[in-house]
């Protein structure tokens, strides 16, 4: 069973200078990023089935980048490359604790002009299509959400959407707001991290915020809550399942999330698309171990977990 995703696929220059924010910063490191194709990396790291929907620029970035995804074997086949814009960059600035500060250039970036027309339809026979909110802009890639997400639902596929929260893409917060609860509505499954509750629904209680989120098509929320683990919710069943996460010595949390959502789709996808609270624990488990694992190591996709470290950390701790 195949997890489709689709959006950014960026470079993040990431600081060799810890503790800065990004005025200090003197020195960056080229890394492959993008939420969405971090969680494509992940997937195919652990063994199962990927495919990236996208674009990128005509150029030395825009190869990297399709290069990077081909040796985790991700299928890159369907990513489009563009001479009409360059491919998207982001810098990134880490804290003491291994937070981050983004700024983006991407005005628009190549991946934001991907288009619908572009969406294979062959691709969505029963499977997964992921998908967060950094693409949702005014863009052609807005409408190419839309036509995967028709065609995941025509297939008896599952939506997953992380809305992914960057601030800074949007001068309008507002809109950015309406456009989420937008795509919110046509999802199966909702990751959120919990410091993005509250800007999303205005509510500083978790189960009042929540219950507000179950609209439209939703039926599970998940909240990542860092080093805490995570809770998951079904619809119309009271309380939640919950890993309470692992301990590590964490330098860089970019990507955690993603690297948590890669785990879950991948386990998912195992699971022949089946969540339930007979095996909803055990996948939260697997994909807290996986978030934390990957915050042992710099940078976002390069150095994601394998599966043999996945097993070997989960069976030390």
Known sequence: MKVITMGELLIDFMPKEKGLDLTGVRNFIKHAGGAPANVSAVVAKLGGDATFLGQVGHDSFGHYLIDKLKSFNVDTSYIHQTSKALTSISFVSLKDNGERDFMFYRNPGADELYEAAMVPKLLFDHNIFHFCSVSLTDNPIKDAHLKAIKLTRENNGLVSFDPNIRLSLWHDHKKLLNRIYEFLDLADILKVANDELSFLTGFHDEKIAI???FKGSVKVIIITRGKEGARLYFKDIEGF????????????????????????LYQLSKNNLVLNQHNSYDILKFSNAY????????????NIPSMQELKLFIKSN
């Open 241 to 264: 399942i919950e890993h309470t996460g692992y301990v590590v010595d964490s330098i860089d949390t970019t990507g955690a999330g993603d690297a948590f959502m890669g785990a879950f």
């Open 291 to 302: 978030a934390a694992l990957s915050t042992t190591k710099l940078g976002g996709m390069e």
């Open 211 to 213: 219950k507000s989120l």
